[in-house]
């Protein structure tokens, strides 16, 4: 007695398994994908009340030279 049934490559529940399977792992991809093109990285200028004075410059665009 084995443990797995002889089933031939036609079997039809072999091909909805599989079937599922690519399904399950196409939306893995495609909500992967979704979720990295919308992804907006975090703006470190948005919120200056605990940034340094150099931290604000740089946001600001000043350069080393004008900050005299």
Do not use: H, Y
């Not at 907006?40 to 410059?57: F, H, I, M, Q, S």
């Amino acid at each position: 007695m084995g443990i797995f049934k002889q089933s031939s490559a036609n079997d039809p529940r072999r091909k909805a398994a599989i079937l599922n399977a690519a399904f399950v792992i196409a939306l893995c991809v495609i909500t992967t994908v979704v979720l990295f093109l919308n992804f907006e990285g975090e703006d470190p200028c948005a919120d200056r009340t605990n940034l340094t004075v150099e931290e604000v410059w740089a946001c600001d665009g000043v350069t080393p030279e004008r900050r005299e």
